[in-house]
């Protein structure tokens, strides 16, 4: 999966609207293979990001959970360790 496309759900504050979209941009932006459509295919890139970015609120929005909410702090947090580690493993690999 792409790594810009983050999880969504039970986020305290929630999520907003721009986040949601972005997600839809990630989205539609890897499965059509281009960052940016051509002239010719701009309207249907553009309506695949609205309607992706419709039903992914709906989802966000709609699902219950019983785990505590994240924080965008945290997530971060876990993100870096993530990164750190993987780069550790990256460079010790190379200096074998």
Do not use: W
């Not at 983050?6 to 721009?18: A, D, G, S």
């Not at 986040?19 to 553009?46: H, M, W």
């Not at 505590?68 to 460079?91: Q, V």
């Amino acid at each position: 999966m792409c790594r810009n496309i983050r999880v969504l759900l039970n986020f305290t504050p929630p999520t907003t609207e721009e986040e949601i979209r972005a997600a839809a941009l990630q989205y539609v932006r890897k499965v059509s293979g281009t960052r940016k459509p051509s002239k010719a295919n701009q309207e249907i890139f553009d309506r695949a990001v609205d309607e992706i970015a419709r039903i992914t609120g709906h989802v966000v929005h709609g699902m219950e959970t019983h785990s505590p909410p994240r924080t965008r702090e945290n997530e971060a947090a876990k993100a870096k360790a993530r990164g750190a580690k993987r780069y550790a493993l990256t460079t010790r690999r190379e200096a074998s």
